[in-house]
């Protein structure tokens, strides 16, 4: 059990790249880690010091009721739940068939609702706690051979809201951060391709791509309870201002992630 006073936070997707500089940056907020991936997380336990790994799979519900239920008891009431955890698949539309659909659909739409509902429940019953999710900018912003992620993202909007609306009497808030373009073990390679990165950070008022730690300084502001404490149903847009513009993106043309493993 954790000492009295100490905070925890789960995070999922958080082996590498986006979810684990999220947990490492709760960690210097002084939350106690619970970080959780269908890889090993051992590594980002390590570097924090003071985190527990857990392996899970999103996509099954029982999987995540578990794994809830052993952060709990192990390390006591989580004040702080955020789901990195996602996938992407570039199918054009035409060749779209139910089995690429529900891929993208299983991780990032039913992951992110298991992880939201499962850990909202202890939040609500006890009064207070705020659930992190990761949408996109790929929401409203679309590219060739992306309906199926743009779904999945557009879909978490929408849970936000409808969580936020719902849980908000009972204390737990519910938020998530839209990212654009960031760097990530995901997304390396293709930023490492002739005049990708150039062009991708062309795009942005701010001149440059994301790092993930403009993500994690985002998501440890939704979490706090006293700085963010009346926001809640809010997509935090976390995009050097590219969507400023209305332009879609050609990024991701490339990008292939293990399904349920962190960005």
């Not at 779209?96 to 659909?105: G, I, K, Q, Y």
């Not at 199926?148 to 879909?155: G, Q």
């Not at 936000?160 to 654009?180: D, F, H, I, Q």
Request: with cysteine; charged share 20%.
């Amino acid at each position: 059990m954790n000492p009295a006073g100490k905070r925890v936070a789960l995070v999922t997707g958080a082996a590498r790249g986006m979810g684990a500089q999220v947990a490492l940056r709760l960690a210097q907020d002084g939350y106690e880690l619970a970080v959780a991936d269908v890889r090993s997380c051992e590594a980002t336990a390590e570097a924090i010091g003071a985190a527990v790994p857990y392996e899970c799979d999103i996509r099954e519900w029982s999987a995540v009721e578990a794994l809830v239920a052993a952060v709990e008891r192990d390390q006591g009431p989580i004040h702080a739940a955020v789901q990195v955890a996602g996938v992407y698949r570039n199918v054009d539309f035409l060749e779209l068939d139910p089995a690429a659909w529900r891929l993208v659909l299983d991780v990032n739409v039913d992951g992110t609702f298991n992880v939201c509902r499962l850990a909202a429940a202890p939040m609500a019953a006890r009064g207070s706690g705020s659930i992190v999710l990761i949408s996109s900018t790929a929401s409203w912003l679309v590219w060739d051979e992306s309906a199926h992620y743009t779904a999945s993202k557009a879909a978490i909007d929408g849970l936000v809201k409808g969580a936020a609306y719902e849980l908000g009497s009972r204390g737990v808030r519910v938020n998530s951060v839209a990212p654009g373009t960031v760097r990530t073990p995901a997304t390396a390679e293709e930023l490492s391709l002739p005049g990708v990165e150039d062009a991708e950070a062309g795009a942005c008022p701010l001149g440059r791509v994301g790092e993930t730690d403009d993500v994690a300084e985002a998501v440890a502001f939704l979490c706090d309870p006293v700085r963010a404490a009346w926001v809640t149903g809010h997509t935090l847009v976390v995009d050097g201002g590219y969507s400023t513009h209305g332009e879609g993106s050609s990024f991701g043309q490339h990008v292939d992630t293990i399904p349920g493993g962190a960005p």
